[in-house]
């Protein structure tokens, strides 16, 4: 590092630990000899700051090759020098990174290099909730599969194209949706209850649970560890609400029980957050599905279930109810049927955004809370013997909750 030092007669620049050692002199009769030696100074600082700071990030790099410690991509810089370090961008050419929201489980950066854009997302083993919630982060490994299946599934532009997958630091490279692309929640929240989306969603979730029956039996294996689905929704969801409601135990098993013992001939690759968080509109018809962490092969029941919930949650917290319901009729038709088991499985999602380990921040009403527990509470009892969709409507238009 260099300082400044006054003589007599000049300002000298020399290493703070050793004023012997000069790099310049400026003469005092220049009026500008302070200015000048002050920020050669500051420039040359600044300068072996930023080297420094560059060696401590390779470091980390090194360190994260040689299984010493994972690198955790939380800052520009880093990820900046990871991209680098990994051949993906030569040093000469220049970035731009910005964080995206990744939800809980995620980082999430997006990298633009001129006309050039990507994602890189990594896993995360704690998720950003109050609660204690662990993941294992070996679950992207079964993200990408599930990415690189589908791919080759659903129509062209719905699934992003993984573009290079690093297990080693859970993290993994995407193609990156369009500018004017928006989450399918932003647009809810922002007043948009556009039910040709809801249509462009149900067609798509029918067209993913369907087409996956025809999977041969080597590509469904890669799905039928639960392990994932446990960690991320059994554990948080189910078993966490029969801690609160001890009273519900036995139905709760009985739904626990029904997506993980599935019948072969219903059972089907699951998205497993398939909600519309997960879900970039680029024009009201096309939507492009994200998130795959959760995908197993499972009950098809859970994707409708969870996403039920999510636009009937939207419909009480925007007080957009009516509106809420013509989403949900749209969405269905365009999937075709209504599982008649989803009532039960739609309250334990309603009662677990109220009172498990990821509650919706966007209702506060504690009436509301209050009467969206009692219809959870209800449906996961008696919901077998209601009709799906006329309990959803009945609901939303009469206040009943039967």
Known sequence: MLRVLETGQEFCVVYVHDSQDWVAKFDKSWPEARHWAEHMADTYNHRLRNELKQQILRTEVKAMNQGETGMLLDTQGKVEMYLRDNAWLPSSRSMVVEALSGGVSSRVWRIECGQ???????????????????????RIVQEQAAMQLLYGILPVGTVPEVLYADPENSAYIMTCAPV????????????????????????????????????????????????????????????????????LEAAIDRLIRDLTNVEPELACLVHGDFSPKNMLVHSVTQVILIDYEVAHWGHPVFDLAFCTAHLMLKGWGLKRKMEAVALIESFYKAYGACDPELLPHLGLMLLARMDGKSPVDYISDDAVKEEIRTLAVYWIREGLELEPMQAISSVFERGRIY
Do not use: C
Not at 125 to 136: E, F, G, I, R
Not at 188 to 214: K, Q
């Open 180 to 247: 004017d692309a928006d989450t399918w929640k932003n647009r809810l929240m922002g007043g948009l209850f556009e039910t040709d989306t809801a249509s462009s969603a149900g067609h798509l979730l029918r067209e993913m649970h369907i087409h996956s029956r025809h999977l041969t039996e080597s590509q469904k294996e890669k799905f039928r560890n639960l392990r994932y689905f446990e960690e991320l929704r059994i554990d948080p969801f189910h078993r966490s609400l029969i801690q609160r409601y001890p009273q």
């Open 116 to 138: 050039e854009r990507w994602v890189l997302k990594q896993a995360l083993s704690k998720l950003n909730v109050q609660a204690d919630w662990y993941s294992d982060v070996n």
